[in-house]
């Protein structure tokens, strides 16, 4: 079982930007489509981003579309979301999640499709 770790979140202002981390223990990261989702105080965890093994697909919520981009270093076992143009409303913990295999275009952002979850890490954005 892949184990993920999490970095990078903090306190910024709208407007601000972040780069969060998420540092792989897996000799085959590789194998694993990776994603990043978030949840709010009261709100269930939604989809972000997620990129496919090789870094040549990837996928973003409505919501972060033209602002984060996701990407992956396989030599580092490493997987970034930079933010960018942050908004009180991305106010979140944001967690990062694999899943091992072929992982299909529509199941990218499916949450139950991931394997494994990191601790999280706290975002927030004031206004």
């Known amino acids: 079982q892949v184990q993920l770790v999490e970095s990078g979140g903090g306190l910024v202002q709208a407007g601000g930007s972040l780069r969060l981390s998420c540092a792989a223990s897996?000799?085959?990261?590789?194998?694993?489509?990776m994603g990043w989702f978030r949840q709010a105080p009261g709100k269930e965890r939604g989809f972000v981003a997620a990129?496919?093994?090789?870094?040549?697909?990837?996928y973003y919520a409505d919501s972060a579309k033209g602002r984060f981009t996701i990407s992956r270093d396989n030599a580092e076992n490493t997987v970034y979301l930079q933010m960018n143009n942050l908004k009180p409303e991305d106010t979140a913990v944001y967690y990062c999640?694999?899943?091992?295999?072929?992982?299909?275009?529509?199941?990218?952002?499916?949450?139950?499709?991931?394997?494994?979850w990191g601790q999280g890490t706290q975002v927030t954005v004031s206004s």
């Open positions: 999640a694999a899943a091992k295999g072929s992982t299909a275009a529509q199941d990218m952002a499916v949450r139950q499709r991931y394997d494994a």
């Open positions: 897996s000799r085959i990261f590789s194998l694993y489509a």
């Open positions: 990129v496919n093994w090789n870094g040549g697909s990837t």
